[in-house]
Nanobody
Framework: QVQLVESGGGLVQAGDSLRLSCVAS????????MGWFRQVPGKEREFVAA???????YYADSVKGRFTISRDSAKNTVYLQMNSLKPEDTAVYYC?????????????????WGQGTQVTVSS
């Protein structure tokens, strides 16, 4: 069982930066693929970024070049550095974990989810 707790959301202006953190419980964190997703009311949960156990990273086209996903296995933490934020980045951001060596963009592939953290970007 893996428990995930996100933090770091908030209200910022367009062009600002935020760093989200996701702390995972359990001793097998280093072997899990981790992902960040986001969701706005009335829409499906959307892939943002993912990182494999080996450190390979993948991004949605909408955030490529602005967001960076990273992980610190010593701290059982995955980060999402978000730069040049836009109003359309406003959403609840969720951290997710799955135990495969592969990296997935589909929410259904992830077994564990955090409670979400709100990011609001004003124009």
């Amino acid at each position: 069982q893996v428990q995930l707790v996100e933090s770091g959301g908030g209200l910022v202006q367009a062009g600002d930066s935020l760093r989200l953190s996701c702390v995972a419980s359990g001793r097998t964190f280093s072997s899990y693929g981790m992902g960040w997703f986001r969701q706005v009311p009335g829409k499906e949960r959307e892939f943002v970024a993912a990182i494999s156990a080996g450190g390979a990273t993948y991004y949605a086209d909408s955030v490529k070049g602005r967001f960076t996903i990273s992980r610190d296995s010593a701290k059982n933490t995955v980060y999402l550095q978000m730069n040049s934020l836009k109003p359309e980045d406003t959403a609840v951001y969720y951290c997710a974990a799955q135990s495969s060596v592969f990296v997935y963009r589909t929410p259904a592939r992830y077994s564990y989810w955090g409670q979400g953290t709100q990011v609001t970007v004003s124009s």
